[in-house]
């Protein structure tokens, strides 16, 4: 048999592929396992023995239809297929497609009679061909040897295609993987940087929280917030405090009855009013007054709702103004005393002066010295002294409240001073057909006290009861020790009494017990209040009772009792002997300086006048006096410069000089002795005391 020659052997070889090198080829001392597809057994018979004659080691398996080879292929599997194309179930190239798409590995070497039908097997598949003439041994082993190789080197190329593919794959994934790796390592450190910012937020936040808790908490003014549910869900500590309880977790009706909530009118407060709820319902609610509490404290409250659109909640801040409308009602009740007691002082002022001008019209047609002249002189001694008195209240209740007064104490016998007020007070209880009784201790009764001023106290108490008691009636001043401290005078009377609930208003300022313009028994009620200042200014106390109108009053004054004696200097201790001086008034006011002149040239002293301070201190000059009576509110050069005009005078500035004006607190007269002045009197001056000044401090005028 003749196998195909070289030339044939390169048409076998299908296209665009080389024979396999020699290395690739499988060897002698392999096994093949070969797999005959061939019905003619004569044709089987002669493959059979080809395969026998080879020295490759074959092991032959045979059958004669494709399906029985698909399926001992299934089975048993093969190196090599010898096909022949003429079969009972298939022909032609069919049976080297069916078998190419069931094994795409496995080697195909066609058997054919014809050489035109091999190039369609080997475009179909096969790997080679032989034709049944030409079939020996040596053609067959070549065929098989090259085919399977052929195959093997294909099935090669293809793993090492897909291993290349593989690797490629892996290294594209490896890198792949180390991006996403990259990536997942950068997503950790911002997740770790992203979880510390959110600690940092989370702390920050907490941070504000307590800030926020805090500032609630210490916050003055009272804060309710409301939930969606019209429930209280927070409120702080002024809050608390303001309505006396938590209200937290209550609803509008337990809030209103739990905080006793009323409108500034007084009336009860209801769920529609509520500034909360109106503001739950989208109303902003401002400055809104109303009362806590059943009316015991009054409050502003200002509400608004939370968020846009449908209120998620309400705000109410309540701020408690009940000091604050206090003080407004005492502010307003101060000035509705002021404005009486301005009422009241024009009142009193007027008063003396309608009797003063009657006398003074009597005095210009009367007889001197005859009785309708002495008459309108004790009217007009009288109407001063009431219009002085009014006024040294009021200087007295002014300097206490400032604490301008400075009480010059010493050791007093209380009785004696006591019956010496009586006796002071006793003709205007005379006038009124007041009886007055003076009781005193069976021993005596020492107090630490100014005399001046404890007379004065006693002096209004004794005043008080001879106006307010009713002619007929009676009053009793009595001495007693209190207890081992204090000593008390009493002063009881029969007259018009009082409300008790009154007591502790008597003695503000200003005040009188149903005072009206029509009733008042004249006066400005300042009496009661200056004593108070002035027992407290002595470390005692005065108290007033009455059971009711109608029934008379009883004041209590208490001081304490003698602790040490202090010398008193008294202008009246010196001797007052007449001497004449020569005195300069310097005056702005005409009336006030003329009337000084005459009632100084009365008692035969020198006197010149000048109307501002730059004409007094050429008077001074000129005129040489022996004491300068100088008015501090002078137009110009006013009393200060003039006294410090004169002190630098070395002609004039030893004369003794007596500062006169209507201030008069401590201040003032420490001004006046700064600026040189040696005595200080107060306007309206009185006469005698302006004598016994002249006659203690002037020098005489045969001295000038």
């Not at 109303?283 to 509490?293: I, K, N, W």
Request: proline residues 4%.
């Amino acid at each position: 048999m003749k196998t195909c020659s070289g030339e044939d052997r390169s048409r076998a070889v299908p296209a665009g592929r080389s024979d396999p090198a020699p290395r690739d080829l499988p060897s002698a001392w392999d096994t093949w396992r070969v797999l005959l597809i061939e019905d003619n057994p004569g044709d089987a018979e002669l493959v059979s023995a080809a395969l026998e004659e080879m020295p490759a080691d074959v092991r032959l398996d045979q059958v004669d239809r494709l399906e029985d080879a698909l399926s001992r292929l299934a089975g048993a599997g093969a190196d090599a297929v010898l096909l022949d194309l003429s079969l009972p179930d298939s022909s032609g190239v069919d049976g080297v497609e069916r078998l190419r798409a069931a094994y795409p590995d496995l080697a195909i070497v066609v058997l054919t009679g014809a050489g035109h039908a091999a190039s369609d097997a080997l475009r179909a598949g096969a790997q080679d061909y032989l034709t049944k003439l030409e079939l020996d041994a040596r053609s067959l082993e070549r065929a098989l040897r090259y085919s399977i190789a052929r195959q093997r080197h294909l099935v090669q190329d293809r793993e090492l295609a897909v291993e290349r593919a593989a690797r490629r794959a892996a290294e594209a994934g490896a890198e792949d993987l180390e991006r996403v790796n990259e990536r997942l390592k950068a997503a950790v450190l911002e997740a770790g940087r992203a979880q510390e910012r959110e600690a940092d937020a989370r702390a920050d936040a907490e941070l504000r929280r307590q800030e926020l808790e805090a500032f609630f908490a210490s916050m003055v003014d009272a804060v309710v917030v409301y939930g969606a549910d019209t429930r209280v869900q927070l409120t702080n500590r002024a809050a608390t405090e303001l309505f006396g309880s938590n209200v937290r977790g209550l609803t509008p009706e337990e809030l209103i009855e739990r905080a006793g909530l009323s409108t500034a009118e007084g009336c009860r407060m209801t769920t529609e009013r509520l500034p909360g709820l109106r503001s739950l319902g989208g109303a902003t609610v401002t400055g809104e007054r109303v009362r806590v509490r059943d009316g015991e404290r009054v409050a502003l409250v200002s509400a608004s709702p939370v968020g846009t659109g449908p209120a998620r909640g309400a705000v109410s801040v309540y701020r408690d103004v009940t000091e604050l409308d206090q003080a407004d009602q005492a502010l307003r009740e101060a000035d509705r005393r002021k404005s009486e007691f301005l009422a009241i002082l024009s009142h009193e002022l007027r008063n003396p002066l309608a009797p003063i001008r009657n006398s003074l019209y009597i005095l210009d047609r009367a007889v001197p010295g005859g009785e309708q002249a002495r008459r309108a002189q004790v009217v007009i001694d009288r109407q001063v002294r009431h219009v002085t008195r009014l006024v040294d209240d009021l200087l007295d209740i002014t300097r206490i409240s400032r604490g301008k007064i400075r009480l010059q104490r010493e050791r007093l016998e209380l009785n004696e001073l006591a019956r010496r007020c009586g006796e002071d007070q006793r003709p205007e209880f005379a006038r009124n057909g007041v009886e007055l009784e003076v009781v005193a201790t069976e021993q005596p009764l020492h107090v630490y006290g100014d005399p001046t001023r404890v007379a004065q106290m006693i002096g209004n108490l004794l005043h008080n009861a001879a106006k307010f008691t009713p002619r007929g009636g009676r009053a009793t001043v009595s001495v007693r020790r209190e207890s081992s401290r204090f000593a008390a005078v009493c002063v009881r009377d029969t007259g018009e009494g009082f409300e008790p609930e009154t007591a502790s208003h008597l003695f503000e300022p200003f005040v009188q017990v149903e005072r009206t313009l029509h009733r008042s028994r004249g006066g400005l009620g300042l009496g009661l209040a200056l004593v108070k200042g002035l027992a407290t200014l002595h470390e005692g106390s005065l108290t007033g009772h009455s059971d009711g109108p109608g029934t008379g009053a009883e004041f209590v004054l208490t001081l304490p009792l003698e602790r040490r004696s202090t010398p008193r200097t008294d202008l009246s201790a010196h001797g007052t002997a007449h001497a004449v001086r020569r005195v300069l008034v310097i005056e702005d006011n005409v009336d006030a300086a003329e009337s000084i002149k005459e009632a100084l040239e009365l008692n035969e002293h020198i006197v010149e006048l000048a109307r501002t301070g730059h004409e007094g201190v050429e008077r001074a000059r000129n005129f040489r006096p022996g004491v300068v009576l100088c008015d501090i509110g002078l137009p110009g050069m006013d009393g200060y410069e003039v006294a410090k005009v004169l002190r630098s005078d070395p002609a004039l500035g030893a004369v003794p000089l007596v500062a006169i004006s209507g201030y008069a607190t401590t201040d003032d007269l420490g001004r006046s002795r700064r600026a040189g002045f040696d005595s200080h009197l107060a306007k309206p001056v009185d006469v005698e005391e302006l004598e016994r000044t002249i006659s203690l401090i002037g020098r005489d005028e045969r001295d000038s």
